[in-house]
């Protein structure tokens, strides 16, 4: 799995987080490492489709926020994962 | 490296910098930025300026690209200059030669025009081919030579029997292409000389072989396709980014 929005809105689904965190978080529980350009192409791109929103902060480290249909979006692109997944697994155990 | 990140990321439009600018600036100083990164966020610039462009500029910008690829690669290509000089052959005392004899005359002067120890020689003597020859096998630039070699007949305002052949050489340089010419007609007249078929002929060389003083290229031609593919590479760019704009946005 190396959809940056994907990746982003996993990292978010478990709490605010601002930018750094999230390459930090992202880097810990899917091993890879989004570049700044990378990590904030996928944040425009999501709070453009409301799938994410800033968090109230005077601190220049902007937090961000999953949103209700960022979080219904994540449902649905998970499950079809897992499908794929179980998929894979039984056609692997299969072979 | 940091500072390097930070004037990449003043390449994002401004209106994102607006928005995102502060921010990013904050996450470049708390990671500590890489190579790799310095090129993601180049690549993330030029990705976030592509969306914020307008289907003419995006044409603009790819024109002017090719256009400057086009310089680029016009300036790396030498110019080319074609010497040429003319060879009349014409029968000995008015006799008409059979026309199959003719024909093994005209192949064995083309064949010692074009034999490779003759080219070899020549390449040797002259230093040609220095660039080709640091990296391909001599056979190879033997074959290159022969292709800027040509033989052919032309039309010939001699009287009937005669026939008329420009013998061309075409290379970098305008004084050993003529240089290179006159080794050239030396040779081909000699093969025809040498052959048992010779008393049926005498040769004739009007003119030393010429100097070229032009490049052989059409430049209006040259510019005009250079024109014709930049703008094909603008229209090209402009579409796919915006199919693939389309494609993200949906």
């Given at each position: 799995m190396s959809d940056p929005t994907l990746l982003v809105l996993s990292s978010l689904a478990g709490g605010d987080k601002h930018g750094y965190a999230m390459m930090e978080d992202i880097e810990r529980f899917a091993g890879v490492r989004l570049g700044p350009g990378t990590l904030y192409g996928a944040i425009t791109r999501l709070e453009q489709r409301g799938w994410i929103r800033q968090v109230n902060s005077k601190d220049r480290r902007q937090p961000y926020t999953i949103t209700g249909t960022g979080r219904e979006h994540l449902q649905d692109q998970l499950a079809n994962l897992g499908r794929v997944v179980r998929a894979g697994m039984r056609r692997l155990e299969n072979a | 490296m940091k500072r390097a990140?930070?004037?990449?990321?003043?390449?994002?439009?401004?209106?994102?910098?607006?928005?995102?600018?502060?921010?990013?600036?904050?996450?470049?100083?708390?990671?500590?930025?890489?190579a790799r990164d310095a090129f993601d966020v180049f690549s993330g610039a030029l990705k976030m300026q592509a969306t914020t462009w307008t289907f003419g500029r995006i044409v603009l910008a790819g024109v002017v690209t090719g256009i400057l690829m086009a310089a680029a690669f016009s300036v790396a290509l030498p110019a080319h200059y074609l010497s040429h000089s003319f060879v009349t052959l014409m029968p000995a005392d008015g006799s008409s030669p059979a026309n199959e004899?003719?024909?093994?005359?005209?192949?064995?002067?083309?064949?010692?025009?074009?034999?490779?120890?003759?080219?070899?020689?020549?390449?040797?003597?002259?230093?040609?081919?220095?660039?080709?020859?640091?990296?391909?096998?001599?056979?190879?630039?033997?074959?290159?030579?022969?292709?800027?070699?040509?033989?052919?007949?032309?039309?010939?305002?001699?009287?009937?029997?005669?026939?008329?052949?420009?013998?061309?050489?075409?290379?970098?340089?305008?004084?050993?292409?003529?240089?290179?010419?006159?080794?050239l007609t030396s040779r081909f007249v000699e093969g025809g000389l040498n052959s048992q078929l010779t008393s049926h002929w005498t040769f004739r060389v009007p003119d030393a072989p010429s100097l070229p003083l032009k490049p052989t290229t059409n430049r209006a031609r040259l510019i005009a396709l250079r024109l014709l593919a930049a703008l094909l590479v603008g229209l090209t760019l402009a579409t796919a980014l915006r199919v693939r704009h389309g494609k993200t946005a949906s």
């Open positions: - | 990140i930070r004037f990449l990321a003043r390449l994002y439009p401004s209106s994102w910098r607006r928005r995102y600018g502060a921010e990013f600036d904050a996450l470049l100083e708390d990671a500590a930025p890489s004899s003719t024909l093994q005359l005209v192949s064995t002067m083309e064949q010692s025009v074009f034999s490779r120890e003759f080219l070899t020689a020549v390449i040797h003597e002259h230093n040609l081919y220095w660039r080709e020859r640091l990296r391909m096998p001599l056979d190879d630039v033997v074959e290159s030579m022969r292709r800027d070699i040509s033989v052919v007949p032309v039309p010939s305002s001699e009287n009937g029997n005669a026939f008329t052949f420009v013998v061309q050489f075409d290379y970098s340089d305008p004084r050993v292409a003529q240089r290179v010419n006159e080794e």
